[in-house]
């Protein structure tokens, strides 16, 4: 095998190893795995062993293994190279691999056909069905792939041989760690993932192809080996560590601080009254209240801050309702059609003057199935700001039946501006999309409207007109002029808070806003995309400089506008598995990666640069409030690859406390 030129990734920078210059460092020798493992993230196959087992497997996100050689024979040398050689039990190949440390111990175990074992290691457990990994996260994440301490380095594997062996750099550090005790082996993952193919505009999908490898269980000379390349340790080279480092830590973490006192709301809860000191509803029977989950809530008891807005469920015909209260509570009553078994949407009564509240959301005129169709009515209270704080009951009426609520106002008010940002991602909105905003607003949310679709294209009016200029104008970083007059007069009253000007809140600008920068927009996808997994290679050099550009002009409008208060998004919404979706088109998504819900490193990576091109677009700004934005849904995959990139990010349930 030639490794005499083989591009090596170490962490998040480029290094570019050969043959003479390493090797002449110390002497390269064979050193055979001392045990291997295989386990699946999957979720009906997390606590499989496959320690007997005679393969390896790589897919993706979903399956890895875990590797070792022996460090003691090593002790006091110091890795200048090193690389795993693995042989083919497959036809798929690999592209690039992660090799990090794990800084747990962990068990080969003799489990197989994922296998529950007693003796060995799992994704889910260190050992057997009881003792889950270190870390946060509860599983082998928590001690890989920079978590607990970890260190990792991604690489190109050679193409294969003849024999079908294929080798993959490993960074010296990663390496070192295992020969001074800072490590307990090597877990191996395939960073490529999902692949895909293209002839023309036609596009074919992989998806999580299965790589198989031969164990060392299957017989010496196809089984994995290393190639460490050593040297005695040197008085420059760095001491080995004292000891492992710890498996998780938040020492050093920064406490919140939050625009409230809540020393006042502390004061204001423990002197309030709680739902057992307060009387019963007049009935209990079909006017009792619910929770959105149609849970009763005891004794009819609501509670809320001054500014707040709360609601409930009431099975009763919105109709018949009359609901009796102070001038400082604002009622609304909406009538809840059910879609597929889901309140959606909530429709408010007495109607609006256009609508029409005896059709079913199908469009279904007939009155029996809209009856059918709805479910119980919905009742919101509103706190004016100067309502006083204490207890008053709210009286709910039908044509035969009575309830009492009762309401505790608490003695503070929330502020008009939001403390924290919850955001209603929308793909779409009605034309009267304004309406749509200022509801929002009302309910202390943020309506964020992305205005771009799967093609990269974007709304004709969420852009500025883009006017070509003479070419003895053109500045040296863009070849047309922006005008941005219809843009400011549609978007303008949702940035300087002149939309809301009336409504609950007040003139509060709107919170977060999508900016129309994408993938294919100002830039042209195809016209700059030269393929490949990896980022670094897609683009030439006018794509980002164009890129760029753009970002630099919107960033330079919002600050002459003086619109400070809105977090400008830059968001990458399409996935390159749309393609597949539509037809198998190559021209139906302009994203070659899974910009949105990332899976695999490729994505990650690619996610990392458009961040990084983004910042260096308004490099040394202090204004306007900028965020690159993105929404992950495995976290537990990101290793540090969009720190100090990515400053708002929309996380699942999977990541770690």
Known sequence: MNLSVVRIVVMLGLVVIGQSGVFAQGQSRRVEASRDLWVSAYRSEQGGNNGGAAKLKLKGFQEFFLIDFDPQPFAGQYCVAASLHLMAAGDERLGRVTISTITAPWFEGSGSGYQVTSDGSSFLFQKGTQDR?????????????????????????????????????????????????????????????????????????????????????????????????????????????????????????????????????????????????????????????????????????????????????????????????????????????????????????PPEPDSSPDRSPSGDGDDAKTAASQGPAYVELHVTKGAKPGPRSLTIRTAQETAVVTLQVWNFALPDRLSFIPQMNAYGVPDDELDYFRLAHDHRVTLNHLRYGWTGRVDQDAVPVIAPVAKDERSTTGGSGWDWTKWDAKFGPLLDGSAFRDSRRGPVPVEAFYLPLNENWPMDHESHFKGGYWVEDAYDEAYWQEFRDAVDRFADHFEARGWDETVFEFYLNNKVYFKANRDNRWDACSAPWVFDEPANTQDFWALRRFGREFWNGVQGRTSPRLAFRTDISRPQWQRELLDDVSNVQIVSGALPD
């Open 133 to 349: 990994w270190p870390g946060d996260s509860g599983d082998l994440t928590g001690v890989i792939l920079g978590s607990g301490g970890s260190r990792w380095g991604f690489a190109d594997a050679s193409p294969p041989d003849a024999a079908m062996w294929q080798a993959i750099p490993i960074d010296p550090a990663v390496v070192q760690a295992r020969i001074d005790g800072e490590s307990e082996g090597f877990f191996v993952i395939d960073d490529v993932g999902s692949e895909y193919s293209r002839d023309g505009n036609r596009f074919d999908y992989k998806l999580l192809p299965n790589r198989f490898f031969h164990s060392r269980e299957s017989s010496r000379s196809r089984a994995p080996y290393f190639t460490l390349t050593l040297r005695p340790r040197g008085p420059g080279d760095p001491p080995p560590p004292a000891a492992l480092p710890p498996a998780s830590g938040k020492d050093g973490e920064k406490p919140l601080t939050m625009p409230i006192d809540f020393a006042t709301i502390a004061r204001a809860l423990r002197d309030a009254p709680t739902p057992k000191d307060l009387p019963p509803s007049a009935t209990q029977g079909p006017l009792a209240i619910q929770n959105i989950d149609g849970v009763a809530i005891p004794n009819n008891a609501l509670f809320a801050a001054r500014g707040e807005t709360i609601g409930f469920l009431i099975d009763a015909d919105p109709a018949t309702l009359r609901i009796e209260a102070d001038d400082s509570i604002l009622t609304s009553v909406y009538r809840t059609p059910l879609v597929g078994g889901q309140v959606d949407p909530l429709v408010p009564h």
